[in-house]
């Protein structure tokens, strides 16, 4: 069976909202395999509003941006994917080269801050998909978010596992020099082999751990998540991880544990089998372990960790990782109080 390499994951899955399903079958009844394209697909939306509040116990009402939907690093294991069955797509290869992109991004945030109601609190980028990924080199949504930002003088925190971050920095530190930014720059393992497997089109540790290097030493707040860790599979990472990231200058570290709901389940189990036949059963069971003996978590307060014996293994490890290298360093507060309401020039016709 032929590996598409460069993706992560090696099938399309039924979409749940679809009543049809299409497969392709051989004239005489002998099931082929479908046809997987390498070439990104782009669509374009024009939502009416850009901020999501989301509601979750875990994440403490925290409001998110998404300028893109899906999601070209093709990262296996990523929770994002099933949001995009919403779109009428499949979360397996459709993810990873069907992207959704909103152009008017940057426009639809300044009006919700110009709204005579509106009380500012820290924004994620990459609250769902990363908004540094290929696309935005190109397109530079995010960098028109940024100078959003900076105009309003409103916080902003950013997830990425990209070093196209780089690009941006005279933005981050105008933000930064106004304690109005956090970065964490997500690191799942060093291992360049499983790296190139898993997150197949996002820049290697090594870049990662560079720009950690170069937001610290630009003065912007940096740190780093071991997220998510896969037992059996990196999580006898985290020291490393945590050791290295301290070293090039991150201030504080996070984790989550993999959980595959919905059609990630399937994807990830395909994904498995085919990459680490030797070892998949085992993996499989782990995080069974962590999830009450099932794969998939929904359940506020514990799905982010886990829970059990491997799951507290992985806790302990991470706490006394993070309390030798990084102490109980955190992120510098936000400053709520230069948000600008009506800005301070007009950004349209400024930054074009």
Known sequence: MEYHKGRGAQLNTSNRFSQANISHDHIEGIDEEMQISSQTQIFYDTPKKLINTIESPDLYAMRSVNPYQGCEHGCIYCYARNSHEYWGFSAGIDFENKIVVKQNAAKLLEQEFLQKNYQPASISLSGNTDCYQP?????????????????YAHPVNIITKNSLLKRDIDLLQELARQQLVHVYISVTTLDEELRQKMEPRTATSKNRLQTIRILSDAGIPVGVMAAPLVPGLNHTEIPAILKEAAAHGAITAGYTVVRLNGAIKEIFYDWLQKNFPDRAAKVWNLIREMHGGQVNDSHFGRRMTGEGPIADMIKQLFSVSRHKYMKENQMPAYNYSLFRRGGNLNLFENYV
Do not use: H
């Open 135 to 151: 696309l935005e080199r190109k397109l530079e949504i995010t960098r028109s978010l940024l100078k959003v930002f900076v105009k």
